[in-house]
């Protein structure tokens, strides 16, 4: 369901941790071999970067988030030395490429095109160790924010502030404040108050650094405001208080009605996907733990239900709802049935939109190229 389609530098293909070195030239054609300039010819994509100093954990996170690793396992990890692409294709929605960059990487010297790097990026996740002296990560920040900027203004600029399980809910609130004030105020010096910031608070110890992944990729997803739209018109219509449209592998949930996201409840969403998945991998039939019958009801002790359904292969829905609403089953089902339909409708039409997008790509690609061999073939 999450696919991974990790391209190592070139010279690394026997290494699994890639090399200690290389130079500026080796780094670029890997940037060009690994899809850095498939703007024109088909990629469509959302690139999202992940950035930050070395050892801040941008690894673990990908590691955690789309490989369902344990987070005690990711003690084990070799820092990253070479580039790295995952592709996540979960669905129409889900799709996207995260890049993993090494922190030891200057990509601003004079030797780089950082701009190839930045063109036709969605997102840019800056991961800052909070446990960390962090005055050399907010400078490299700064320095990467405003370069990509200027290279591509609509690219949503994402800071983890990462590690902070170790830390009480005071420093949390005291650290996220501060890094919020520096990062911003370097902008305001710079004059460059329009670019905007986002913060979160994360750690893999805990369900955090799903939720503001979530909020990153729904960034992405242009189809957003549709997707809340229709699951308001849903539990208006059947008496549910939340309900969350979940990627059913990686846990980050791509849209959710217009009510506020209590934590407590996105982690409950969270034990309720693994439970049903862990059990129809072990009881279940062979290769199939979820499919178009998938369905799991619990009764929590406060006379709330949960209730999760599947809406496609790659999706769930689940939702909070009174013991007492649950008893009008019939007409939930009915509301689902009308709603599945409607996100049918939805994935139609972006498949359409991306199919001429790439077509359109397509075409200028070749043009281009056409155009390149005339002009090499008829030298002045």
Not at 20 to 25: H, L, R, S, T, V
Not at 248 to 271: F, G, H, N, R
């Amino acid at each position: 369901m999450s696919g991974s389609d990790r391209s190592p530098l070139p010279g690394d293909e026997d290494s699994d941790t890639g090399l200690d070195y290389y130079d500026e030239e080796d780094e670029m054609e890997a940037l060009v071999e690994l899809g850095f300039s498939d703007s024109l010819s088909g990629e469509v994509k959302p690139r999202i970067l992940l950035m930050g100093l070395r050892r801040s954990g941008k690894s673990s996170i990908q590691k955690v988030v789309f490989h369902k690793m344990s987070p005690n396992e990711t003690l084990f990890l070799e820092s990253t030395n070479k580039i790295c692409r995952e592709d996540v294709s979960s669905s129409s929605f889900v799709s996207f490429q995260i890049w993993d960059f090494p922190g030891q990487i200057d990509f601003f010297d004079p030797s780089f095109d950082y701009e190839m790097i930045f063109r036709g990026t969605g997102a840019l996740i800056f991961v800052i160790d909070s446990q960390d002296d962090y005055v050399e990560a907010l400078s490299r920040l700064h320095l990467t924010v405003t370069r990509a900027y200027k290279v591509n203004p609509d690219i949503s600029f994402e800071v983890f502030i990462h590690k902070v399980d170790g830390l009480s809910d005071d420093h949390k609130i005291e650290k996220q404040r501060d890094i919020h004030k520096r990062a911003n105020d370097d902008l305001a010096d710079a004059g460059l108050e329009k670019i905007h910031l986002s913060f979160y608070l994360t750690s893999i110890y805990d369900h955090s650094i799903f939720e503001a992944f979530s909020k990153v990729v729904q960034k992405l997803i242009p189809q957003l405001p549709t997707l809340e739209n229709l699951l308001n018109i849903f539990i208006s219509n059947s008496g549910i208080e939340k309900a969350f449209l979940f990627d059913v592998v990686s846990k980050i949930y791509i849209a959710t009605d217009s009510s506020p996201v209590d934590m407590q409840t996105y982690e409950l969403c969270c034990d309720m996907i693994d439970v049903v998945i862990d059990i129809s991998c072990i009881y279940g039939e062979a290769g199939l733990p979820y499919d178009k019958e998938s369905m799991a009801i619990i009764h929590l002790n406060n006379t709330t239900v949960m209730y999760l359904k599947e809406v496609t292969k790659f999706l769930a829905m689940v939702c909070f709802l009174r013991k007492e609403s649950f008893e009008r089953k019939g007409l939930i089902d009915y509301n689902f049935h009308c709603f599945k339909r409607a996100i049918q409708e939805v994935f139609d039409v972006r498949l359409k939109v991306q199919q001429n997008r790439k077509l359109l790509s397509q075409r200028r690609w070749s043009k281009l190229t056409s155009m390149s061999n005339g002009a090499a073939s008829n030298p002045h």
